[in-house]
């Protein structure tokens, strides 16, 4: 089983989770963060004074499946995601040793 977190731009949320909706994806976290890459943030005009904003807003997903879903996955969220300009996010992927479902007690694949 993997973890896929996933970081984009706030405005392809509603893009992304069709894409894996589509593709069978049953269950997806999301959580509203901040945070910059390359490109620093940027400085806005506010009231005539000029202010930097260090932390731009995103989304990330969190998107626990089976390892046999894992390049469906990846590749849905490239594309559904993807803008061409900078920011668009990042991807990682990793391991999860164990999952359990509070509510039946199942565990692993079965608790997906």
Known sequence: MKLVSAI?????????????SAIGVQGITVTEV???G?????????RGAEYVVDFLP????EIAIPED???VVLEA????????KIGDGKI???????????RTGETGADAL
């Open 58 to 61: 995103k989304v990330k997903l």
């Open 38 to 46: 390359r490109q620093k943030g940027h400085t806005e005009l506010y």
């Open 77 to 84: 969220i490239e594309n559904a995601a993807r803008t061409g």
């Open 34 to 36: 901040k945070g910059f």
């Open 69 to 71: 879903l894992l390049e």
């Open 92 to 102: 990682f992927v990793m391991d999860l040793e164990q999952v359990v479902r509070i």
């Open 8 to 20: 984009i731009k706030p405005f392809k949320l509603d893009e992304v989770r069709e894409a894996l």
